[in-house]
């Protein structure tokens, strides 16, 4: 795991400056303690990173989960409840991986898949513009269209340019030079501006801004614009911070019932997130999602049983290792490592950084995931592709992650049910002559009961005196319900003069008396023609 540690460190760096604010916005969000988003946060780099099989995702608290965390905590009366919940959910993941259910994960179609990593990268964007002002009512983390602080997206935007804060817009557009200037210009004139990286250099100019500035000055940056990370007196009050599940709660059903909730939702958007990731990989790795929701089960459980908040792999962190050149899970690793270490040595650094430089590095990460040139690519893949990713994109950005990757998958499927439709047969003409048409009805190599519809209307579309030859000699798999289509057109094609030729592996007959009786009279199952 250190053969790449050239790599990975300066993109646990990048992953650190990004993590940080996003564990105690997360946090914020959720309703529950700053330090909780801080522990699964450090649980979810150093735990569930050096279980995880994936080289290149980071997990952490998720922002889908905040609105759940949110209810739950009031519904189950408390927060030490609600940490039940979570260990709960963590076991029910772990069932999950014993039962190989990772493999959901691959049935997501890569249009909805490339459609989720661009709605995230647009929602960045747009959730970043008002702490790049210095306008920071919604915490970090706030991802859903209605946010908590009772505006939405849009309105938040505007209502920040009516709230600029002076010192943090500056010091965030100087962030953002920087950035860019080492992506694009200083990265390419030597190894040491690849070892350093350009966040880093970002957030170091943001708290010598804030110590020459202050707070109170013109140019200064208020304290509520900077990082709120909890700075404990000593020893007792930093284990104070911690908190512990009350078991006695295991006896309410509703404890269960949110259990069930967190661990289904945090499997899903993990499984989402391996897929997304592993697409975004420039090295190709391959996550094992079975041993990703193992991973993912025990740093819950762990999370629960210290009082943090519940975890999956989050694109938004993991999405940053890659850009930054992360290889392996040590990057992972070290980020979490960082986090425990900073909150414990170094708070008050910490609370000196600004956030509107953290919103600058955060709005590069979102500009990479939802390059322009992507629409581009996804309009000349076709009608097919293009309207699920549209889809996608445009519903995680007015709802949230999930119903967003619903709809989309929603439409994916419809798209597929269309193109089965379409793909069911193909018919030709070949002879007129004589007063009788004669028509070569070819089926494909699988027709399923997707396929009834194309097929019932093309027979009933035939004209009288036609002769009909049924070609099955492809087909591979024929679906039950066709051979029942097949066999009420029977009662059609005597009345309409149809003469029929069926043509297959198992022989060739004119005008079958029964088509359920050709194929071994199995009326009630479904034929293999194999």
Not at 31 to 44: D, E, Y
Not at 345 to 351: A, D, G, R, S
Not at 375 to 386: A, E, P, R, S, V
Request: proline share 4%; net charge neutral; glycine share 10%.
């Amino acid at each position: 795991m250190f053969k790449y540690i050239k790599n990975d460190l300066p993109a646990s760096i990048v992953v650190f400056f990004v993590a940080l604010p996003l564990c105690l916005g997360i946090a914020l969000a959720s309703g529950a303690p700053l330090f909780s988003g801080l522990i699964s946060g450090i649980i979810g780099g150093t735990i569930v990173g050096s279980l995880s099989g994936s080289k290149i995702g980071v997990s952490g608290p998720a922002a889908g989960l905040a609105a759940i965390v949110l209810t739950a905590i009031g519904t189950l009366g408390g927060y030490e409840n609600f940490l039940v919940a979570v260990v709960l959910g963590g076991v029910i993941q772990l069932i999950f991986g014993f039962l190989k259910a990772g493999v959901i994960g691959y049935y997501f179609p890569s249009s909805v898949i490339k459609g989720m990593l661009t709605g995230i990268g647009i929602i960045i964007i747009l959730k970043q513009i008002p702490h790049f002002f210095g306008y920071d009512a919604d915490p970090e983390g706030d991802f859903a269209f209605f946010q908590v602080d009772g505006e939405n997206t849009f309105s938040e935007i505007f209502k920040s340019l009516n709230n600029i804060s002076l010192g943090s817009t500056i010091i965030g557009f100087i962030g953002l030079g920087i950035l860019i200037l080492w992506s694009n210009v200083l990265s390419k004139k030597g190894k040491i501006f690849n070892l350093i990286q350009g966040p880093l250099v970002a957030v170091v100019c943001g708290i010598i801004y804030f110590i020459i500035t202050g707070s109170e000055s013109k140019f200064g940056i208020s304290t509520s614009h900077l990082v709120s990370v909890p700075v404990p007196d000593n020893l007792d009050s930093f284990l104070g911070q911690f908190s512990f599940p009350n078991f006695s709660a295991i006896t309410n059903s509703e404890v269960w019932v949110i259990a069930f909730t967190i661990a289904l939702v945090a499997s899903l958007e993990t499984l989402l997130c391996v897929e997304a990731t592993d697409k975004l990989d420039p090295h190709k790795n391959v996550t094992p999602t079975n041993r990703e929701l193992l991973a993912q089960g025990t740093g819950n459980i762990l999370s629960g049983l210290v009082g943090g908040l519940p975890i999956t792999q989050v694109i938004v962190r993991s999405s940053a290792n890659i850009q930054s050149g992360g290889r392996t899970k040590m990057s992972a690793i070290i980020h979490g490592l960082f986090l425990l270490i900073s909150v414990i040595l170094i708070p008050n650094l910490l609370n000196k950084i600004p956030l509107s430089v953290l919103a600058a590095i955060l709005l590069i990460v979102g500009y990479k995931l939802a390059k322009p040139a992507l629409f581009k690519q996804m309009y000349k893949l076709g009608w097919k592709q293009f309207v699920p990713f549209t889809v996608t994109v445009v519903g995680i950005v007015f709802t949230d992650l999930l119903v967003g990757i619903g709809l989309g998958l929603g439409v994916g499927i419809i798209v597929i049910l269309l193109k089965s439709y379409q793909n069911s047969h193909f018919l030709h003409i070949e002879d007129k002559s004589n007063g009788k048409h004669k028509i070569k009805m070819t089926l494909a190599e699988e027709v399923t009961f997707f396929n009834k519809g194309a097929i019932l209307k093309e027979l009933d579309s035939l004209p009288i005196d036609t002769y009909l030859e049924i070609d099955l000699i492809k087909t591979r798999y024929l679906d039950n319900d066709i051979i029942e289509i097949l066999e009420d057109f029977l009662f059609k094609a005597k009345e309409r003069n149809i003469d029929i030729k069926l043509v297959s592996k198992r022989g060739i007959v004119e005008n079958p008396a029964s088509f359920i009786h050709f194929f071994n009279e199995r009326p009630k199952s479904d034929l293999s023609l194999s």
